[in-house]
Structures are given as C-alpha cells and as structure tokens.
C-alpha cells in the first residue's frame, strides 16, 4: 500500500519560514523522483520544485532562491523549506513521487497561508 503524508502547513506572516514534510510508505522511497506541486484558489496546479533520486533539484521560477527542496532517504521523507515567504506563495502544497510514467501518487496536500 503506497501512501504520500505531507505536513507542516500554517499559517505565517510575510517574511516568514516554514518546512514542509512528505512520509512515504510502500514504496522504494530511494528510487522516486519527487515533486511539490501547489494550487491557490482559482488556480491552475503548478510544478514548485523536484528532487531526483540522486539528488538533482529544479525549481519554479517563482521560488528560485527562496525555497529549498531536499530529502533524507533513510526516513522516506522528501521537505520543502519556504523562506522569504509572500503571500502569493499562498496555496494547498501536494506531495507528488513517482519512478514509472503513469504510475505516480500523490498526498492528501497541506494548506499554506502567509498573510499579516
């Protein structure tokens, strides 16, 4: 049974920092490309960042410099650091992994506001 968690949403003001977690289960954590994809309200879901399985990172060019994506293979954990935040970065995060084409998973999401 594969399962994506991911965790650490707030609420925090302009400026601030916060940590995103994502917990794989069932898989072959070490093998997957992961990815964090983020919707605001009335939308489109956007690719924010991606980590391959060898440790290789692309970001949006939105985050670039502000956002740091990493993983730690031994707790099947990928993170999303968020520093410098705005309030456009405001939106529901998703988890995404996967290691063959048309077979990915993704997490519940967590929400992210940065408002004063």
């Known amino acids: 049974q594969v399962q994506l968690v991911e965790s650490g949403g707030d609420l925090v003001q302009p400026g601030g920092s916060l940590r995103l977690s994502c917990v794989a289960s069932?898989?072959?954590?070490?093998?997957?490309?992961m990815n964090w994809y983020r919707q605001a309200p009335g939308k489109q879901r956007e690719l924010v960042a991606t980590?391959?399985?060898?440790?290789?990172?692309n970001y949006a060019g939105s985050v670039q410099g502000r956002f740091t994506i990493s993983r730690d293979n031994s707790k099947n954990t990928a993170y999303l650091q968020m520093n410098r935040l705005k309030p456009e970065d405001t939106a529901v995060y998703y988890c995404?992994?996967?290691?063959?084409?048309?077979?990915?998973?993704w997490g519940q999401g967590t929400q992210v506001t940065v408002s004063s």
């Open positions: 069932g898989v072959m954590f070490k093998t997957f490309l």
């Open positions: 980590i391959t399985s060898g440790g290789s990172t």
């Open positions: 995404n992994g996967w290691r063959i084409v048309g077979k990915d998973y």
